[in-house]
């Protein structure tokens, strides 16, 4: 079940981003007095009462000349509204209840989702500011006095926004389709493979990079099995990301790698693999996604008998952090090679279920260490008890030594190339965590 989504929406400078990193305990978003600060990063994980949920900082309406202002806020709002399962409304107790906050609450209460009406800067304890009352004028209930700055409130609020969550032991998603995700730089051709997979102009096509701006999902059948797609924005860089809606397509396709079994990583063929796509792979990787890299627009290369071998070559070489995950050659316009994805993705994902006994485990264990013998530092040897499973999609392992210290990074992968080497375990990253005997107890 995927996390609930609690997104802060209010104008610029009520203290979106403060009371955004008072709840996620971090300072992840850049605070300041001007409106329309950009920030790097935009959502972050927190917890309430035992419920995780994502926390998204909407960034404010950001007025600029050559916009309308209400249009933007429609666009910043609209955004905001879609993705959320909760949305916490902020208004600012010490310029009171103004014009924009009337415009940003008519378009939440059309929206029909839950609204938490926040009002922040009550910094004083006691009896609240005359100004706050004046907030009942929105029409959405009781205001929650909060102060982002001391943290006054803020467990009334999410206390509120729990009560709108959807129950934990809820309907957990019963359908057995494959959730993948396609992701890659702009222009790579990922809304033209979805196409191509459905059949039908079911996603917009365009030359122009950032025509996709939604997280889009397709339903999809065949003889291999039931599929949901799920194109998403291209991820450019960072200081290109520019408007703001854009900065939600990051956080959707982020969002999107997150619910995906699988990750479709599009590389162009004619660009072969650039820094952008080095960071949308880094993305799946550590979110702990089975993933395929496929190669895009391979009918445009012009090959002779070695193009394919020099390409994967290159591949592996710059994603070598990804070295567990297949290559497929394809092309989305003339459906080269797709009808092989399916087969591709039913296997990874079976991969990255994949449950290995104890004893198996410490079998492969066992044999490793004799073939080569445990780190020593200054004549202490690292002693490895035993190794056990502890979670799937990814594959995550558990290894009990002696002095965690002694663990060298390098003996790490030579255990993981060793489990590979025994159990396959293709196209899923694999997780190993290492303890101290007697951790387990803490």
């Not at 300041?32 to 994980?45: A, H, K």
Request: glycine content about 8%; some cysteine.
């Amino acid at each position: 079940m995927p996390k609930p989504i609690i997104a802060i929406v209010g104008r610029p400078n009520v203290g979106k981003s403060m009371l955004f990193n008072k709840i996620i305990g971090k300072r992840l978003s850049i605070v300041e007095d001007t409106p329309g600060v950009t920030r790097d990063r935009i959502y972050g994980e927190s917890d309430w009462c035992g419920r995780a949920f994502t926390l998204v900082d909407t960034g404010g309406i950001e007025p600029r000349t050559d916009n309308q202002i209400l249009e933007f806020m429609r666009e910043q709002a609209q955004t905001a509204i879609e993705t959320a399962t909760v949305i916490v409304f902020l208004t600012d107790v010490r310029t009171g209840l103004t014009a924009s906050d009337q415009e940003v609450a008519a378009m939440l209460l059309r929206s029909g989702k839950p609204i938490v009406l926040a009002v922040n800067k009550m910094d004083s304890t006691g009896a609240p500011d005359p100004d706050f009352y004046e907030f009942y004028n929105l029409g959405m209930g009781d205001p929650i006095p909060v102060s982002a700055v001391h943290g006054h409130g803020t467990g009334d609020l999410l206390d509120a926004c729990l009560q709108h969550f959807p129950p934990e032991d809820g309907e957990e998603d019963a359908d057995d389709a494959i959730k993948v995700a396609v992701i890659g730089k702009p222009n790579a051709g990922k809304s033209s493979l979805v196409n191509r997979i459905l059949g039908e102009e079911r996603v917009i096509v365009s030359d122009v990079a950032g025509t996709t701006r939604d997280a889009i999902d397709s339903r999809f059948e065949n003889d291999k099995g039931k599929f949901v797609f799920i194109d998403t924005a291209g991820l450019r860089r960072k200081s290109k990301v520019e408007e703001a809606i854009e900065r939600y397509s990051v956080l959707r396709a982020t969002m999107a790698i997150e619910r995906a079994d699988v990750c479709l990583i599009l590389i162009d063929a004619m660009e072969g693999v650039t820094e952008q796509d080095t960071k949308v792979a880094g993305l799946a990787h550590e979110a702990g996604k089975a993933s395929i890299i496929v190669v895009n627009k391979w009918d445009l290369v012009e090959k002779d008998g070695k193009t394919m071998d020099r390409m994967r070559e290159d591949v592996r070489r710059d994603l070598s952090f990804m070295a567990y995950a297949p290559i497929l050659f394809i092309s989305a316009k003339t459906g080269q090679r797709v009808d092989r994805l399916f087969e591709l993705i039913d296997y990874v994902s079976n991969q990255a279920a994949t449950r290995i006994t104890t004893g198996m485990l410490n079998d492969v264990l066992a044999d490793a260490q004799t073939r080569v013998q445990p780190p020593t530092d200054k004549g202490k040897r690292l002693k490895i008890y035993y190794m056990t499973q502890v979670g799937v999609k990814p594959p995550h392992y558990v290894i009990f030594c002696n002095d965690t210290k002694l663990f060298h990074f390098s003996y790490q992968r030579y255990l993981e190339n060793c489990i590979r080497g025994t159990f396959g375990l293709e196209g899923t990253p694999i997780r190993i965590s290492i303890r101290q005997r007697g951790d387990k107890e803490e």
